[in-house]
């Protein structure tokens, strides 16, 4: 009886938790991919991937859900055509403004000196563009 007791607690847990996942929403054509690390040189503490999609086109985005500072990031791709017209940016502050650097495809980007971490990034897709 308490074994059957302990199996519906755990199984409620399990579905519970997942319950209270709420999946962004994401609308369009995917335009990008880059991958954030922890470390300089885009090596060391890989954090993960970003998608970048059509809803995602001339917003300020920050880093706010990763779980190590953004030391370093690599622009993986621009997805042609859909990225056609558009340029990538990251940020040393979490509002798109200072720090600005315009990414290329394949090359990494350390933070530059004196700041300690990306905080945010952009795509830019000019109208009629993506």
């Known amino acids: 009886m308490q074994y059957t007791s302990f199996l519906a607690a755990a199984a409620a847990l399990a579905f519970g938790a997942n319950a209270g996942v709420v999946p962004v929403a994401r609308d369009g054509a995917r ?4 991958r954030i690390f922890g470390a300089d040189g885009c090596h060391d503490l890989n954090n ?21 500072p953004v030391k370093s990031l690599n622009l993986e791709s621009m997805n042609a055509p859909a990225a056609n017209g558009c340029s990538f940016f990251i940020y040393t ?13 394949q090359v990494c980007n350390d ?6 971490t990306w905080g945010s990034w952009q795509i830019f897709c000019p109208t009629g563009a993506a």
């Open 48 to 68: 993960g991937f970003f998608t970048v999609d059509e809803s995602d086109k001339n917003t300020c985005h920050t880093f706010t859900s990763a779980a190590l």
């Open 31 to 34: 335009l990008a991919q880059f």
């Open 111 to 116: 933070v530059p000196e004196p700041y300690t």
């Open 93 to 105: 502050d979490t509002v798109c403004g200072g720090g600005r650097r315009a990414l290329s495809t």
